[in-house]
Structures are given as C-alpha cells and as structure tokens.
C-alpha cells in the first residue's frame, strides 16, 4: 500500500517543493520590489527635503534682501522729506523777514486788497502778528498771512523742489 | 495763491458736511477741510444748491465740530500730480507717501477722474507682456493695452499672483512700469506684497498705492482712478508699457456700495447701485494704446469671487467689460492654481505669433487647451466606468494633464521663467502624446519640437472617447 502511494507522495512533494520554490521567488521579487521603492521613496522624500531646505534658505535670503533695500531706499526718501522740510523753514523765515524789509507797508496793502478781492468787501481784514494780512467775514476766512503764502508758493513749485535732491 | 476759506458748517451728518454760503462752487469739486489743530482732510462736493455746498468727506467727519473747521474749494475735480516722481514710491490710497519719503511732486497735473479719449485715436491691443508665470504667457497670454481680470475664490493665493505678475512682468525690452493698487488688503497682506515688489519698487520701475482694509472706504473709491491716472502718463506721456494691477476690485466695490449707501441711493442687486457696471467701466475702459504714442495700459483687475460665486454682481459686470480671465481654481493642487480651462484672454491672438512670441504659439495654446478639455472628459469618465476601463488615448491624456500641472503650471512664487523656458516646458508636456494626437499643430513646428519620450505606438486605436477599449496584453 505504502509502496503503491510511493509516487503520489514524491509527486505531491516535487509539487509542494517547486510551489514553495515558487512563492520564495516570488516574495523575494516582491521584497526586492518593495525595498526598491521604499529606495525611491526615501530618494525622492531626501531631494524633496533638500529641495525645501534650499527654497526656504532662498526665501530666507529674499526676506533679508527686501529689508535691506527698503532700509536704504527710506533713508535716501527721509533724506528727501528733510531737505524738502529744511526749504520750506527757510522759505517761511524768508518771507517772516519782509517785515523789517521797508516795502512791507506797501505789501500790506497789496495783500489787503487781493483778499478783498478774493473774499469780497465785507471782509474785516487785520494783520497778523506772522506778517501778511487776516480776513475774516460771515462764514468766510481769508489767510494771506507771510508763512501760509510762503507754504504755497513751496507747494506751488511742484517738480521744481525735485532739483534739491538731483544730482 | 491766496485762499477762501468757508468757515460756515450748517451740519455734519456721517461722512457728509453742508457748507453755507458758498458761492462759484461746482459739482464733483475737490475741497481741503482744515481742522483747528492745523490738520486736514480732504473732500468732494457731491450737490450744490443755491448758496449749500453738500461736501463728502473723504476720511469721515468723525472728531469734526460746525465751526471750528473751514473748508477749501479747489476750483476744479481732484487732480493728481503726474510725473517719472511716481515711480519708485509707495503711498496710500489717496497717493500721500507712506515711505518715509516727500509727498510725490509732478510735472503736470492730471483730474483723477481721467480725461475723455477720443475713440478714433484708440489702437486695438497687440504685442505681448511677458508674466514670467508659464502658465499665462503660454495660454492666457497678456496683450499690451488689454483688460484682463484674475478671478478667485476665497482663500486662494491671488494677491500672491498679482505680485508675483507685477514684480515679474516685462515688455520684452522696451521701457516698461507697473502701478499697483492694493485696496482694501490686511496689514499682514499688505505687507507681504511690498516685501514681494520691494525689488522693482527699489529699481524705480513700480509704483505701490497701499488703501489698507482700515482706511476709509471712499479713499478706496480714488485709489484705482489716481493709480490709472499715473499710469496714463507713465505711459501717453513717457512712453513707458504700464501694467496697473488693481487689487482687489471686490473690497473697491464694496466701498463702492458703503459710499452710495451713505448717500441713501437707492440700492440694486445685493445692495450694489444700480450703476456698478456704469462705474466700473469707467475704470476698466482707461486703459490701451493711443495712436501715435509709443506707451501702453494694461490693466489686469484681481476680484475675488464671495463664495465663490461667479454669477456675483463684481465678477459678472467685470467679465461682460474685461476682455478675458485668468480663473484661479481650489481644483488646481499646484501654485499658481491656474484653471486653463476656465481662462481664456480674448485678444490673445494680437500678442503672440512671429515676431511676438513663437510661431506656433496660438496653435500651441489651442492644442493643450483641447488636449486638456479631452483630459478632463476622460477623468469624468474614469470615474463612472474605473480608470483601466478607459482607452489608451484617454490614459495618454491623462498623463498629458498630470505633465502639464507638474511641469508648466507648477512654479515658485520668486520663479521668473522666460518665454524660451516656458516654450520648452510646453512642448515637454506635448511630447507626451504621439504626433497623431497633435492635429492642431503644423509639420513644421513639430519637426521642430515635438519629442516623444517613447517609441510611439503602433496602430492607433479609433480615438473615440468612452470606448471603454482595453489595450491588447
């Protein structure tokens, strides 16, 4: 009986000898196959972390770079609103000087009557301590006081005050 | 030189003053109201009746008290100082510096409100502006003199793009300037578009006007109409190619419909009124080129879209005036999250060609576009019958969109890519598909470029969609 079984059972081991040969293979395959794309995926997560790590040093530098230019341009800017700002004291100091000049009494008239002109007859004008003329009327006011006209004609220089800071 | 000041406030109501006594005062003047402590604000007449002048105050006319301010009429509109002082510069909404620096002198003056162009002395768009962003110059190109709106949902990096655009942008060599318009941005945003466009600020080519979310809101309503009015000299008058970003139009209409409601008009769709589309044309149409000036206004508005919503009243006015869009998706996983398929520029065809871009390049456009529209048809279908189901020119597609956001929509928000660069990518994700598929470009363009990664295929499969084929094993 035995004997007569004989073959079957070498056959049923070859089989299970050649499919466990099979699966070996195959889960060798398929641990090659994992441990190469855990590879891949190690490769890619490293070019990937070092390609954030160059990005944020990148940004990092820019952030820097941008504050350093915005600190340079506002002290050349401040520079420019200073010179601006020293024009306009002297203007003002300039025109404070006309009253000592001797035309001032003639200048008094001549801005008396162009704020007439300007804020019509019933203006009660007086002069101001500033120099230069006050006017003031039912629900109007004129200013032709020497600092304000000085304030304007800066104002009134427009891209003229530019040549200040010009090479 | 020598001023009237009208002293008489008969009353002071929201943001509106009612002067007494005027006299030679007009519609739509602008006025300076001096405060007690030397400060001023500024305003603009909005009616005047007999001897009333009714004044808009544009910062508000809280802290103010009936006789003790005096207001100024300035004899004509709001003018705005034009000149090259601009470039280089940042300043608020109503164009007073915020850099540290002296207020911007011109050389001229300009009304704010623009001056009325003769239509015949316009010329149709033509010639690019390079973006730098591969995505637009290569689908949506920007045509010099165009209007072209971006158009975002909530919450996507639109500001980021707009920057990226205007610190990026370039007319090919010839004299070129932006003027950017922020309206209505957070401190935190605002800040992060001057650090973006510190560079080009620096190199006095870029001009930034800042209206933050806490200004008033009818500042906001100048800040784009003072940013067209120097960009319209930069451009008309120097002879430079101006880009003028406007950002964002949503937070300018709402203001928009804050200042109208202030002035109990009455109101239409969602509280806007009723001459939103009126208002905004008036902004959108400034910009183009005049016949025989060598400068140019583009101008490339940035709305966002409430709830995403693009039947809202903004984007809906702004796309019947733009002449395209470039739609920023939440569908879209890369920066800049640029939906081809929802953008289009109009007027592309007049920017790009021989001697603009590329010869191939209005083909090139139209052929991923198509290409693209197929993609997106397989991927709906993959979703119904399971992506191996699908034909193999369904699966070449869909490796031909994953090649396109991968490798040309892709980009860091500091990347400058140039046109060459961005042709490359373009033909890169075109080789994806055989030359069979590329029916919308000529032999010789593809001799030129197409190179397909791998052998192509044998016999082409019928290129039905949905056949459903599978590929022979």
Known sequence: MERALAPLAAELLRRAGREAAGTAARARAEAASIDAAARREAARVLAAARESGRAEHAAEAARALAEARREGRRAVLAAQRQALEEFRRRAREAAGGLRADPGYPALLRALTEAARRRGGTELAIREHPDGGVVGEGPGRRVDATLPVLADRMVDSLAGEVCRLWLP | ?473
Not at chain 2, 121 to 148: E, F, H, N, Y
Not at chain 2, 178 to 192: C, I
Not at chain 2, 394 to 423: G, I, K, N
């Open chain 2, 1 to 473: 030189m020598i001023e009237l000041e009208y002293t008489d406030v008969a009353e002071l109501r929201g943001p509106l003053a009612v002067v007494r006594g005027v006299a030679g005062v007009g519609w739509d003047e602008f006025a300076v109201i001096r405060l007690p402590g030397g400060g001023t604000r500024h305003g603009l007449v909005l009616e005047v009746d007999r001897d009333l002048a009714l004044v808009q105050v544009l910062e508000g006319t809280a802290g103010l008290a009936p006789g003790r301010i005096g207001v100024t009429f300035s004899g004509a509109p709001f003018r705005v100082p034009v000149g090259p002082g601009w470039l280089g510069r940042v300043c608020d909404g109503l164009g007073d510096p915020l850099d540290g620096g002296p207020p911007v002198f011109g050389t001229a003056t300009a009304p704010a409100g623009g001056l009325p162009l003769n239509p015949a002395w316009r010329l149709p768009p033509a010639d690019p502006i390079i973006t730098g962003v591969s995505v637009i110059d290569a689908l949506t190109t920007l045509v010099r003199g165009q209007k072209i709106a971006i158009f975002a949902a909530p919450g996507l990096p639109h500001l980021d793009l707009a920057a990226q655009i205007a610190a990026q942008a370039h007319a090919a060599g010839e004299p070129f300037g932006v003027v950017f318009a922020a309206m209505g941005l957070t401190h935190a945003d605002a800040s992060g578009v001057r650090d973006a466009l510190e560079a080009r600020t620096a190199a006095g080519e870029l001009v930034l006007l800042l209206n933050l979310a806490g200004d008033p809101v009818i500042e906001r309503v100048l800040t784009p109409r003072i940013a067209l009015t120097v960009a319209e000299h930069l451009a008309f008058g120097l002879g430079r190619h101006v880009l003028v970003v406007l950002a964002d139009m949503t937070g300018y209409c709402e203001a928009l419909r804050e200042v109208s409601a202030a002035r109990s008009e009455v109101p239409a769709r969602r509280a806007y009124p009723g001459y939103l589309y009126s208002d905004l044309a008036s902004i959108y149409e400034r910009c183009g080129r005049v016949r025989g000036r060598p400068g140019s206004v583009t101008l490339l508005p940035v709305l966002t879209m409430p709830g995403g919503d693009i039947t809202h009243p903004v984007p809906d006015l702004t796309g019947y005036i733009t002449e395209g869009q470039i739609v920023l998706s939440s569908e879209i996983s890369v920066y800049p999250p640029v939906d081809p398929l929802a953008s289009l520029s109009r007027l592309m065809r007049g920017g790009v060609g021989a001697g603009r871009t590329r010869p191939e390049h209005a083909d090139l456009a139209a052929q991923l576009i198509a290409a693209l529209a197929r993609a997106a048809r397989a991927r709906e279908l993959a979703e119904f019958v399971g992506a191996d189901a699908l034909g193999p020119a369904d699966r070449r597609h869909l490796d031909l969109a994953d090649a396109f956001a991968r490798d040309l929509v892709a980009q860091r928000r500091d990347e400058s890519r140039s046109l060459e660069e961005t042709f490359t990518r373009a033909w890169r994700v075109l080789s994806v598909l055989p030359r069979a598929d590329l029916a919308m470009l000529g032999a010789a363009a593809l001799d030129a470029h197409h190179r397909p990664a791998a052998p192509e295929p044998g016999p082409q499969e019928p290129d039905g969609i949905g056949t459903g084929h599978r590929e022979p094993r």
